[in-house]
């Protein structure tokens, strides 16, 4: 304890005096004094000695201490008593009391004396604490002397103490959340023992806390988000409105750049620090200050810098899911891998961390209060170690929070096609923009409608194989979520599944031709055989009928007008009877359409090969992609005469060697004869190598008269064997063409080489 009180007898002799004088003035009683206590006797409580009077005509009570002598008078209270509050102890106030009552002239005896021993008394401990800033945490440092002890902080001007605590160590820490104005003042401490008997130290020397005048905190952030993968670049954008400021950034509590004054232009500072390339240690905390040359602004919030990609990444779930009615809460759980990390909400398109977290465990729980449209969008989360480096996981997939009282539409669609043929496959896919919700499929029956046909799927896809007659029917899906929100569902749009190969197949063709320059109007003509058809024109690779018609006779018109690029494709058509909807026909042949005012190239090739042999013609073949056309051969040296085809066959006889060159073709639309391919690749047709064909001069074939009699038969042969000869060209020009053609003969000698013509018209 600190103060001990002792009460001491007098000493006899003074008794003696004193009983001597009783016999002619009535000795008055004497008082009795003691020390209001409740031990321990708490140090920051005033001391106060009490002195009382046995005697009712006590007017005044004097308290006095050795060495000291008077320290106050004080009147009797109705209880004949006095007290004299000695403010806190100190160690000033060890010694020895005793008081005196005081009646009517007459003083009494001294009450017996009360020794404040002032033993065991702990030295002063010592109070610090770094200079404080407005609205920052401050932490004051009392060091004691003895380990283990009890620490108390008090304020002057506050009766009770501001704080206390226990501490393993010699020194406590003393925290003030928020700094401010109220908390300034003059602070002092004391140690204590933690356990009877009591001992206090001596109060420490004042500290005055004063919140010294600082510049604002400057504006600081990355201009890209903080959360950010290797090798990223990371710009941190520090600037405040005064001039000429020096700017500094810190890493975790570190200066770590400076920026130069000189950097500063009139009526603002501002200073970016690059980071080229980030690397796994560079995350942390980052702030920034600034100043002049004699203050300094309050450090700027931190940013968080999360380095990701180190630990695997976390699975964000919303509960109770990811659509939200508006005014609602809802609470977004991200489950991580380790635990004790913090972690991190993110929304796409924000570039600050709308959350943070610090988990005790491996997951957190972020809360979206009360929702409105501008909560809905993308959510990820990513967690992060919190020592030196801030080491973060990959970030979570993302998931899409919708706030809303009405789900969205989602869509039904068939793949490949909502058209499919007997015994094959197809999915039908339900699919919304929530995601993380199942989704139901029903299929009507006939007449009536909507007649559930439940069947559910998390992901949405519901694969039908082996298709029949039995598959054929108008689908439509809802999402299925397994929540209980009152959010009204929309039914998707609706699905005719229509199945093929039940009826014989029509025919598709085009007017005024499958080759139409852009802009051009186009009819597709389906002609089937059956009355009461319905038409419906597909088109590959599009998953649903392009056009449904029911014409009154057996052929539907489909009328495309002003066609464009993306018209082109391949096309057919199917058709259905009134008595079964959807139980279609066999396709259609596919028709190919092209819209172009130039159609792609023809290939040309010869038969039986580019080489001349010796009496025979070669057959040059060009072929088009595409039917209905007129093909036009060119013989390079040659302008006229072209020579015409249908079928893209020409027969070329070397006579006169007048077949060999360079041959290219074309070919133009029947229906559109203005339009006119891209020619050909050139073919080069070519005279018989070798010595022998060297030696086969015109000379020399016409001296071999009786051999061209031959000739001549064998050509009336070919002429009726080959009808193909025949060409367009003669049609249209109106006169004969000859072809001439020459072949030497390698088995025989020189002196048989000749030469025929045939004449063909
Ligand atoms: C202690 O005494 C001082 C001066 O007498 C007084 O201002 C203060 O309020 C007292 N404290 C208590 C706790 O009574
Ligand atoms: C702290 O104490 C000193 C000396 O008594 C005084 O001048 C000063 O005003 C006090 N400070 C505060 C903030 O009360
Ligand atoms: C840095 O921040 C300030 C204050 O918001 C802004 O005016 C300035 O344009 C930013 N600089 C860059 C490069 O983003
Ligand atoms: C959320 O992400 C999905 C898929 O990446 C995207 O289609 C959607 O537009 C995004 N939503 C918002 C609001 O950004
Ligand atoms: C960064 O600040 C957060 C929040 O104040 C803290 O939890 C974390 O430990 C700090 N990280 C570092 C590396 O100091
Ligand atoms: C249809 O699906 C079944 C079951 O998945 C499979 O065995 C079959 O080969 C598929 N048929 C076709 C035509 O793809
Ligand atoms: C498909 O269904 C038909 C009748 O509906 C059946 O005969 C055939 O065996 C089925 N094929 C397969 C592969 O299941
Ligand atoms: C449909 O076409 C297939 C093969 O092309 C044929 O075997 C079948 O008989 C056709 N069906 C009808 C109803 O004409
Ligand atoms: C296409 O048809 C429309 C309407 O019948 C007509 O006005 C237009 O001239 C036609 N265009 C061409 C290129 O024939
Ligand atoms: C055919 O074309 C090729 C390449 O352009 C050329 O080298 C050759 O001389 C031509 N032939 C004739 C007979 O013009």
Known sequence: ???????????????????????????????????????????????????????????????????????????????????????????????????????????????????????????????????????????????????????????????????????????????????????????????????????WSETSEPLELVIKEMYPKPFFKTQASPVISPGARVTFNCSTPHQYMSLILYKDGSEIASSDRSWASPGASAAHFLITSVGIGDGGNYSCRYHDFAIWSEPSDPVELVVTEFYPKPTLLAQPGPVVLPGKNVKLHCQGAFQGMRFALLQEGTQ?????????????????????????????????????????????????????????????????????HMGKNVTLWCQGPVHGVGYILHKEREATSMQLWGSTSNDGAFPITNISRTSIGRYSCCYHPDWTTPIKLQPSNTLELMVTGLLPKPSLSAQPGPIVAPGENMTLQCQGEQPDSTFVLLKEGTQEPLEQQRPSGYRADFWMPAVRGEDSGIYSCVYYLDSAPFA??????????????????????????????????????????????????????????????????????????????????????????????????????????????????????????????????????????????????????????????????????????????????
């Not at 005790?360 to 992060?384: I, M, W």
């Open 584 to 761: 279609a026909s066999n396709h259609s042949d596919s028709l190919e359409i092209w819209v172009t005012d130039k159609p792609p190239k023809p290939f040309l090739s010869a038969w039986p090969s580019t080489m001349f042999k010796l009496e025979k013609d070669i057959t040059l073949q060009c072929r088009g992609p595409l039917p209905g056309v007129e093909f036009v051969l060119e013989h390079d040296g040659e302008e006229s005469p072209q020579q015409f085809s249908e079928n893209g066959d020409f027969v070329i006889s070397n006579r006169e060697g007048k077949g060999i060159g360079n041959y290219s073709c074309s070919y133009r639309l029947q229906g559109n004869p203005d339009i006119w391919s891209e020619p050909s690749d050139s073919l080069e047709l070519m005279g018989a190598a070798g010595p022998a064909a060297q030696e086969c001069t015109v000379g020399n074939i016409v001296r071999s008269g009786l051999i061209v009699v031959v000739v001549v038969a064998l050509g009336v042969v070919l002429a009726i064997e080959w009808p193909r000869l025949r060409t367009r060209g003669s049609e249209t020009d109106g006169r004969g063409q000859t072809i001439a053609l020459e072949e030497c003969n390698q088995e025989e000698d020189s002196d048989s080489c000749t030469s025929s013509q045939s004449s063909i018209s």
């Open 1 to 199: 304890m600190f103060f001990i009180v002792t009460a001491l007898l007098c000493c006899g002799l003074c008794n003696g005096v004193l009983t001597e004088e009783t016999e002619i003035i009535m000795p008055t009683p004497k008082p009795e004094l003691w020390a209001e206590t409740n031990f321990p006797l708490a140090p920051w409580k005033n001391l106060t000695l009490w002195c009382r009077s046995p005697s009712s005509s006590t007017k005044e009570f004097v308290l006095l201490k050795d060495g000291t002598g008077w320290i106050a008078t004080r009147p009797a209270s109705v209880r004949v008593r006095a007290a004299f509050p000695l403010g806190a102890l100190t160690q000033s106030h060890i010694g020895s009391y005793h008081c005196h009552s005081w009646e009517e002239m007459a003083v009494s005896e001294p009450s017996e004396a009360l020794e404040l021993v002032g033993r065991d008394i702990l030295p002063k401990p010592v109070l610090s604490a770094s200079p404080p800033v407005r609205g920052q945490k401050l932490q004051i440092r009392c060091k004691g002397w003895l380990a283990g002890m009890g620490f108390t902080l008090y304020k002057e001007g506050m009766q009770e103490p501001v704080q206390q605590l226990g501490a393993v160590g010699r020194e406590a820490f003393f925290t003030i959340q928020r700094m401010e104005h109220k908390d300034e003042g003059n602070y002092s401490c004391r140690t204590h023992t933690k356990r009877h008997p009591f001992k």
């Open 352 to 420: 600050v961390p709308l959350q943070f977290q610090s988990a005790s465990g491996n997951s957190a729980d972020f809360l979206l209060h009360t929702v409105g449209a501008q909560d809905s969008g993308n959510y990820s989360c990513v967690y992060y170690e919190t020592t030196m480096s801030n080491r973060g996981s990959y970030l979570s997939k993302p998931i899409m929070i919708w706030v809303t009282d009405t789900f969205p539409k989602p869509w039904l669609f068939a793949e490949p096609s909502s058209v499919v």
